[in-house]
Structures are given as structure tokens and as C-alpha cells.
């Protein structure tokens, strides 16, 4: 079973391993025969079947090398699993890649998630490979890429916490987002109700509400507890970077982009003010000749926040 056309599996038609884990909203269990999972709502009443519909088209919509990105960082929704009556019960996945597991000493295997890279190691997970100070901030770059990226293709990712984010250091520092169906198309309503993680919500956005600006203090929260190695680091505290983490244009960028997300919404950074700050390279400053002329017609405005030009997806049939 590829599920890779998007089209809409019966439930009745599954056959279903083990369950490997289980939240708020619903339970995963493996699929036999193969590498995917089933995410089954736990109140598929409560769930938005046509959200969840556009979240697998948006997948069909993009070209192979979008596809191709977008399944390397996010286990994200390939079809709709419907009851008898047609009615979204949940939807098929595939699993989190394996170098993003870690066996414990009782022979159990687990994701490894961010909470493992933003806190002090422990015995109890000694097996997790902890990175060099480099490899820390390029994992923090990682995740703030991967966040403008579904920025730039329209999607508000909403619930960006220590559990559904996973990191790896082999072949090269990366992180996988889990979670997907929380995500949403700017515009559009999410699939269920927003999950909101403690510790990890906006202070001035109620913890229902997901927006291109609750995701852009959320990405501040994670660039700097991945940077401090802190789990619960804020924006409005001094962020202290893991020592050798950061050159001098790094950390004051760092630290200055920290700050800004304190403030009012819509004047938090975008994660990709965090890309560049992360980079290996400073930023140029250019300043014309002369004044440039006041464009005609403004960017369009997306969730009260300005947004960039979407990533064009591919027409179905052309």
C-alpha cells in the first residue's frame, strides 16, 4: 500500500500492526506489510475531513523536488482513512526516518526529539549522539529553514513544541516535523482544534489560535532553546548561547532577534531572519542611489501578518 496518489483508503481495508504511540488526538498504529502508519482519531466527530482533504492535495499539488523536501521534513498526511460512511477517521503516514530513532537499554526504540537536544543529557539516554557546538547551530538553522519553507508554501504550522520536532546528526544535522495534520493552510481551518504544548505558547495569542505570528514567536522559542540548550528560555530573558556555538555576528544577531520576538504581534522576526542570522555568512547592507519608487499595489496580507510569494504548485493534468 503506497497511499502516493492521495486517494482515500477504506478502514476496513487495513491491516494494522502494533500501536506506537498515542496523543491527545489520536492513536498510531503500523501498517503491516509496509513502512506507513495510521494516525486514527480518537473523536473523529471532532475532526474536519475536508481540512484534512486539503492538506493531502496541497502534497499532490507540489512538483517532484517540492514533494521530495516536503517528505524529507515532515511526516506529513498522504490520504484520508474513511469509515463505512465516508467520514475521515484519520490518515496514513510514513514513518519518521530511522536514523531518527535511539534504542534504550531495555531494547525499546524511541523518536528522538527535540526535548533530548534542548536540555542537559542524562544517563537514561546516554545512547542519543549529543552534537559539537557547530553542529548545534546548524540544527538550529535546520529548524528555522524548515519553518520558513512551509511559511513560503502557505502553511501556518501552529504547535511547534519538544515533542514534535526530531533531530538527527547522521548523514548530516537535519530535523523531521511530526504532527502534520496540526499544520494548516493560511486562509483555511485546521483539521481539529489547535493543540497547544505548555511551555512552548504564545503570550499574547490565545492557545487556540495558530498564525503566521504565534509560528514566528514559536520560532524564536525553538532557535533559542536549541542555541542555549534550555528548555524553558523565552524571549525577554538574555539568551546565552552553548559556548563556541556562535561566532560575535551570530550571537549579537541572535540575541537581537531574541528580543524582538518579546514584542507586540506582527513585529516578531520571521524565521527567515533567523536563517540569515544562523548562516555562515554576514549580511550586506545595500543602500541606493536613489530613492526607490513606492510599488503600485501592496503584498497580499495573510493571517494579519505580511507574507512572501508562495511556492507555485503544479497544476494536476498539465
Not at 131 to 159: K, M, N, S, Y
Not at 182 to 200: I, L
Amino acid at each position: 500500500m503506497s497511499a502516493e496518489d492521495g486517494s482515500d483508503i477504506a478502514r476496513s481495508s487495513l491491516a494494522l500492526g502494533d500501536r506506537v504511540g498515542s496523543g491527545g488526538q489520536g492513536d498510531v498504529h503500523a501498517v503491516a506489510g509496509g513502512t506507513l502508519l495510521f494516525k486514527e482519531y480518537k473523536s473523529p466527530s471532532t475532526a474536519d475531513g475536508n481540512a484534512l482533504a486539503g492538506l493531502v492535495d496541497f502534497r499532490q499539488g507540489l512538483g517532484q523536488g517540492d514533494r521530495d523536501h516536503l517528505d524529507a521534513r515532515a511526516a506529513w498526511p498522504l490520504c484520508r482513512v474513511t469509515d463505512e460512511g465516508g467520514r475521515a477517521v484519520g490518515f496514513l503516514m510514513q514513518r519518521a526516518p530511522s536514523h531518527m530513532t535511539w534504542r534504550t537499554s531495555a531494547g525499546k526504540t524511541k523518536l528522538v526529539e527535540l526535548q533530548y537536544l534542548i536540555r542537559p543529557p542524562k544517563a537514561a539516554w546516554q545512547e542519543v549522539s549529543q552534537p559539537t557546538p557547530e553542529q548545534r547551530r546548524i540544527l538550529a538553522r535546520a529548524c528555522v529553514e524548515a519553518i520558513d519553507w512551509f511559511h513560503g508554501a502557505g502553511l501556518v504550522v501552529g504547535d511547534i513544541s519538544q515533542a514534535n520536532v526530531l533531530w538527527s546528526l547522521a548523514p548530516e544535522p537535519t530535523v523531521h516535523f511530526l504532527d502534520c495534520d496540526g499544520f494548516r493552510r493560511v486562509g483555511h481551518g485546521a483539521v481539529q482544534a489547535q493543540a497547544d504544548t505548555p511551555d512552548w505558547n504564545d503570550p499574547l495569542a490565545p492557545s487556540t489560535e495558530a498564525s503566521v505570528d504565534t509560528d514566528a514567536y514559536k520560532t524564536a522559542l525553538v532557535a533559542g532553546r536549541i542555541l542555549a540548550r534550555d528548555p524553558y528560555l523565552a524571549p525577554g530573558q538574555e539568551l546565552q548561547a552553548v559556548a563556541g556555538c556562535l561566532n560575535d555576528r551570530q550571537d549579537a544577531a541572535v540575541r537581537r532577534l531574541f528580543a524582538q520576538a518579546a514584542g507586540e504581534r506582527g513585529t516578531r522576526p520571521r524565521p527567515g531572519e533567523w536563517r540569515t542570522a544562523l548562516s555562515d555568512r554576514g549580511t550586506i547592507a545595500l543602500t541606493a542611489a536613489t530613492p526607490r519608487p513606492r510599488p503600485v499595489m501592496d503584498r497580499t496580507v495573510l493571517d494579519g501578518v505580511r507574507d512572501r510569494k508562495p511556492i507555485r504548485l503544479r497544476t494536476p493534468g498539465l
